[in-house]
């Protein structure tokens, strides 16, 4: 299982959004049908832009709770000063696709950025690799 995790900022456009995963997923070597699923913090799983994102690749939107983000906490390698202080965990996006295939996870991609969106890939490693 791959699963994608997005952070955003709100109001967030479609496009911005999937220009980081445009990115992600151009680094890992995978097309979208490789994603099993967009992960992200609670609070944003209903954001217009994440949703429609994720609708065009085809998977549902895992919105997952701030204690489950904490638990994975130490296995991202991305921190942001600010994302810690606002969500308390190091990266939305690092944490939420570990935190959607917990446990046995690990980063396939680290945090990739822009101005308004951030996303990772994490694989299930009991997961063949594709």
Do not use: H, W, Y
């Amino acid at each position: 299982m791959i699963a994608l995790g997005i952070g955003c900022r709100r109001n967030a456009s479609v496009d911005d959004i999937e220009a980081v995963i445009v990115q992600v997923l151009s680094a890992a070597s995978l097309s979208a049908d490789a994603v099993s699923l967009v992960a992200t913090e609670s609070g944003k799983a209903d954001e217009p832009g994440l949703v429609e994102a994720a609708r065009r690749l085809g998977r549902a939107v895992v919105g997952i709770v701030p204690s489950e983000l904490a638990k994975v906490s130490d296995q991202a390698v991305t921190r942001s000063e600010r994302v810690q202080r606002l969500k308390g965990v190091p990266s939305v996006a690092e944490t939420a696709a570990l935190a959607a295939i917990a446990p046995g996870g690990r980063l396939i991609v680290p945090r990739v950025a822009n101005a308004v969106a951030t996303c990772a890939l994490a694989r299930d490693d009991a997961e063949p690799a594709a």
